[in-house]
């Protein structure tokens, strides 16, 4: 049984969904009972945007065990991606409740929050899905968005620093980072983000447009 869910994976990891879906087919039939298959199976219908599918074979394995988190993590990634952030945030609340406690689970839940504009909940789930994994860029990114849009601006400033610290070529932080020196009355430091994020991305227009306001600002106009 696990045998032949684990050659599953690795088929999907090497891209032959094929295989995968035979071996899954197998592991389904010779143990009807087991979730994992069902959720793994889940997985690859997610890959081939499967939707629908998907879903039934999530809502499978977690009939069989409600604990199967990875199955309500599957779950949460199919409502996220159809913008059903309402029920992509109850699935991974359960994701986390059955165990699965990972670092791309609070990045999901933090985002998911992100996108519904309920900053106060986001935030401390990114906060937590870098602590775990401090390395994410995305989920430093995110956190940096949510501080800076809670007015939390010297905070934010550090955080999208982070960011560049991981990727010196983070167009988006540098802009950011202009905005945020731009509202701290720091015009210079702001010019240099803008000028920064266009040398890293020539078609920055939201820089351009920030540099034009404050080199006008600079010029007295």
């Not at 009972?33 to 499967?50: H, I, M, Q, R, S």
Request: aromatic share 10%; charged share 25%; hydrophobic share 40%.
């Amino acid at each position: 049984m696990t045998d032949k869910n684990q050659q599953a994976v690795k088929e999907m990891q090497e891209g032959d969904l094929e295989a995968a879906a035979k071996l899954l087919n197998e592991a389904i039939e010779e143990h009807p009972e087991d979730p994992v298959a069902y959720t793994n199976f889940g997985n690859l219908l997610a890959a081939v945007k499967e939707d629908e599918k998907a879903l039934r074979f999530f809502e499978k394995a977690i009939s069989i065990d409600e604990n199967t988190a990875a199955a309500h993590y599957g779950k949460g990634n199919i409502f996220f991606n159809q913008d059903n952030f309402e029920k992509a945030i109850e699935a991974y609340q359960k994701t986390l409740e059955h165990g699965l406690l990972e670092s791309d689970v609070y990045y999901m839940l933090g985002l998911s929050y992100y996108q519904m504009n309920d900053l106060s909940h986001a935030l401390p789930s990114l906060q937590r899905a870098i602590e775990l994994n401090p390395k994410d860029i995305d989920a430093n990114f995110h956190y940096a968005l949510t501080l800076a849009q809670l007015e939390l601006v010297d905070q934010a400033v550090e955080a999208f620093n982070d960011v560049l610290l991981l990727d010196p070529e983070h167009a988006d932080s540098c802009f950011n980072l202009g905005v945020a020196y731009a509202y701290k009355d720091e015009a210079e430091k702001a010019l240099k983000m803008f000028e920064r994020a266009i040398a890293i991305q020539p078609d920055h227009v939201l820089s351009h447009n920030g540099k034009k306001q404050i080199e006008a600002q600079l010029n007295g106009n």
